[in-house]
Protein backbone atom coordinates (compact mmCIF):
# COMPACT_ATOMS: atom_id res chain seq x y z
CA UNK A 1 0.00 0.00 0.00
CA UNK A 2 1.38 3.16 -1.14
CA UNK A 3 1.41 6.18 1.62
CA UNK A 4 0.51 9.52 0.84
CA UNK A 5 1.06 12.70 2.96
CA UNK A 6 -2.47 12.87 3.48
CA UNK A 7 -2.98 9.41 4.62
CA UNK A 8 0.27 10.10 7.46
CA UNK A 9 -1.34 13.15 8.37
CA UNK A 10 -4.94 11.35 8.97
CA UNK A 11 -3.15 8.87 11.44
CA UNK A 12 -1.22 11.06 13.24
CA UNK A 13 -4.09 13.64 13.68
CA UNK A 14 -6.30 10.48 14.75
CA UNK A 15 -3.29 9.88 16.85
CA UNK A 16 -3.43 13.08 18.54
CA UNK A 17 -6.72 13.15 20.08
CA UNK A 18 -5.95 10.15 22.12
CA UNK A 19 -5.70 9.62 25.95
CA UNK A 20 -2.48 10.22 27.04
CA UNK A 21 -1.97 10.08 31.02
CA UNK A 22 0.18 13.03 32.00
CA UNK A 23 3.71 13.17 33.40
CA UNK A 24 4.13 14.03 37.22
CA UNK A 25 7.69 15.19 36.45
CA UNK A 26 5.86 18.26 34.87
CA UNK A 27 4.89 19.54 30.99
CA UNK A 28 6.91 21.71 28.35
CA UNK A 29 6.18 24.46 26.60
CA UNK A 30 7.90 23.98 22.74
CA UNK A 31 8.81 27.40 20.53
CA UNK A 32 11.40 28.67 18.16
CA UNK A 33 13.54 31.49 19.14
CA UNK A 34 14.20 32.34 15.34
CA UNK A 35 16.56 35.46 16.34
CA UNK A 36 18.75 32.59 17.87
CA UNK A 37 17.73 30.05 15.90
CA UNK A 38 16.96 28.02 18.62
CA UNK A 39 14.30 25.27 19.70
CA UNK A 40 13.45 25.95 23.39
CA UNK A 41 11.35 23.94 25.88
CA UNK A 42 10.18 25.97 28.99
CA UNK A 43 9.71 22.64 31.73
CA UNK A 44 6.83 23.76 33.81
CA UNK A 45 6.17 20.87 37.39
CA UNK A 46 3.07 20.10 38.00
CA UNK A 47 1.51 17.62 40.45
CA UNK A 48 -1.01 14.95 39.04
CA UNK A 49 -4.48 14.46 41.02
CA UNK A 50 -6.64 11.52 41.80
CA UNK A 51 -8.70 12.59 39.21
CA UNK A 52 -5.17 12.57 36.63
CA UNK A 53 -5.15 16.64 36.26
CA UNK A 54 -1.85 18.56 36.13
CA UNK A 55 -2.19 20.77 39.16
CA UNK A 56 -0.10 23.68 40.22
CA UNK A 57 2.26 22.47 43.06
CA UNK A 58 1.96 26.69 44.31
CA UNK A 59 -1.91 26.84 44.19
CA UNK A 60 -3.61 23.61 44.26
CA UNK A 61 -5.49 24.56 41.27
CA UNK A 62 -5.65 22.10 37.79
CA UNK A 63 -4.12 23.77 35.04
CA UNK A 64 -5.53 24.41 32.41
CA UNK A 65 -5.23 22.54 28.69
CA UNK A 66 -6.33 25.48 27.12
CA UNK A 67 -6.18 29.28 26.96
CA UNK A 68 -3.10 31.24 28.88
CA UNK A 69 -1.49 30.62 31.66
CA UNK A 70 0.33 32.44 33.74
CA UNK A 71 3.05 30.35 35.96
CA UNK A 72 6.97 30.47 35.87
CA UNK A 73 9.06 27.61 34.35
CA UNK A 74 11.15 25.98 36.19
CA UNK A 75 13.81 25.23 33.84
CA UNK A 76 14.71 27.20 30.02
CA UNK A 77 16.37 24.36 27.99
CA UNK A 78 17.47 25.33 24.41
CA UNK A 79 19.08 23.37 21.56
CA UNK A 80 20.02 24.16 17.89
CA UNK A 81 19.10 20.59 16.70
CA UNK A 82 16.08 17.84 18.56
CA UNK A 83 18.80 15.56 19.33
CA UNK A 84 20.99 18.62 21.18
CA UNK A 85 17.83 19.55 23.45
CA UNK A 86 17.09 15.16 24.29
CA UNK A 87 20.51 14.83 25.10
CA UNK A 88 20.28 18.32 27.45
CA UNK A 89 17.01 17.10 28.98
CA UNK A 90 17.15 13.31 28.94
CA UNK A 91 20.68 12.91 29.36
CA UNK A 92 22.61 15.25 31.43
CA UNK A 93 19.84 16.75 33.60
CA UNK A 94 19.39 14.98 37.26
CA UNK A 95 16.96 13.99 38.28
CA UNK A 96 15.55 13.93 34.67
CA UNK A 97 12.56 16.15 34.43
CA UNK A 98 10.40 13.44 32.16
CA UNK A 99 9.57 10.06 33.77
CA UNK A 100 7.78 8.63 31.50
CA UNK A 101 8.40 6.74 28.38
CA UNK A 102 5.83 7.65 26.24
CA UNK A 103 6.49 11.53 27.40
CA UNK A 104 10.18 11.40 26.59
CA UNK A 105 8.91 10.23 22.64
CA UNK A 106 6.31 12.56 22.44
CA UNK A 107 9.31 15.31 23.34
CA UNK A 108 11.43 14.18 20.48
CA UNK A 109 9.00 13.99 17.96
CA UNK A 110 8.02 17.58 18.71
CA UNK A 111 11.34 18.74 18.75
CA UNK A 112 12.37 16.96 15.49
CA UNK A 113 8.97 18.90 14.39
CA UNK A 114 10.34 21.97 15.80
CA UNK A 115 13.55 21.49 14.32
CA UNK A 116 12.30 20.98 10.66
CA UNK A 117 10.05 24.03 11.23
CA UNK A 118 13.13 26.41 12.37
CA UNK A 119 14.88 25.01 8.87
CA UNK A 120 12.54 25.73 6.71
CA UNK A 121 11.41 28.57 8.15
CA UNK A 122 7.52 27.16 8.52
CA UNK A 123 5.50 28.07 11.34
CA UNK A 124 5.87 25.78 14.48
CA UNK A 125 2.56 24.43 16.49
CA UNK A 126 3.00 22.13 19.31
CA UNK A 127 0.82 19.40 19.32
Do not use: W
Not at 63 to 83: C, D, H, Y
Not at 85 to 104: F, G, Q, S
Amino acid sequence: MSQTLENLTAIDDKLSKRHIDLDPGGYFIIYLDRETSLICAKHFTNIIDDRGLAVDPETGKPIPARGKVERTQSTLFTGRTAKELCVKILEETRPCPVTMLDHAAYLGREFLRAEIALLSDREYVQD
